[in-house]
């Protein structure tokens, strides 16, 4: 299975834009890239997902490298509600699964 | 309102004592997940299930075990053969497991803990 690296952690002050990265150099043709989010003590939630082609929803953008071996979760305006742990997840289909790495663990100072 | 319900939020469990963790979904998924999360650390798969009455075995099913008899429910039991059970235990759900987008929600967890 495809795996992916993402930093542990990251700080980034309120109302700035966020950059999050993550690594999938072993990526496959047919795999997704999935983005979810934790807040504490909460299950995930879904943030957002991508192919090929950069993706842009309510909640951030997805910028996806032109070999699909990285990738990058975009919040455009970090409030401080956005401190959770996020985590980049390849999905391969058929396979009926998403593995989950650690995270990076968004820290939003005021 | 739509969503995923876990119940309960905190469950206590004694050495030797089976216990069940309710998931129940009134999203009108086909397939519904279970899967356990330790301090820091990412999910695991326990068990999964894309239709009513058949479901997987996951990464980590051993000491566990499941059914789905109606499509909105999916109970896990966690056995006295799960040596170490404290964790996080989140339920989620999707439609069909096998769609193109495998956007997963999940519920609230239940936290276990051993006394």
């Known amino acids: 299975d495809a795996k992916t690296t993402q930093p542990n952690s990251m700080e980034s002050n309120e109302e700035e834009p966020v950059h999050l990265p993550c690594n999938h150099s072993?990526?496959?043709?047919?795999?997704?890239i999935h983005w979810y989010r934790q807040l504490p003590s909460q299950g995930p939630e879904y943030v957002i997902h991508?192919?090929?082609?950069?993706v842009n929803n309510r909640m951030a953008s997805l910028a996806i490298a032109e070999d699909r071996k990285s990738s990058t979760l975009i919040l455009h305006r970090a409030t401080l509600r956005d401190a959770a742990v996020y985590y980049c997840?390849?999905?391969?289909?058929?396979?009926?699964?998403?593995?989950w790495g650690a995270g990076t663990k968004l820290i939003i100072k005021p | 309102d739509g969503g995923i319900t876990q119940s309960p939020k905190y469950l206590f469990r004694k050495e030797g004592q089976n216990v069940t963790l309710s998931c129940e979904q009134n999203?009108?998924?086909?397939?519904m997940y279970w899967y356990r999360q330790d301090p820091g650390q990412g999910l695991r798969l326990i068990y999964y299930?894309?239709?009513?009455?058949?479901?997987q075995k996951g990464d980590i099913a051993e000491g566990y075990s499941v059914s789905r008899e109606k499509k909105e429910s999916f109970p896990l039991t966690v056995t006295s053969a799960q040596k170490n059970p404290t964790a996080f235990y989140l339920c989620?759900?999707?439609?069909?497991?096998?769609?193109?987008?495998?956007?997963?929600?999940f519920g609230p967890g239940t936290r276990l803990l051993v006394l």
């Open positions: 299930s894309q239709i009513v009455n058949d479901f």
């Open positions: 072993t990526i496959s043709g047919t795999d997704y």
């Open positions: 997840i390849l999905r391969d289909v058929p396979v009926y699964q998403l593995i």
């Open positions: 989620a759900s999707s439609t069909h497991s096998g769609s193109m987008t495998g956007t997963q929600y």
């Open positions: 999203l009108n998924h086909d397939a």
């Open positions: 991508g192919l090929t082609s950069n």
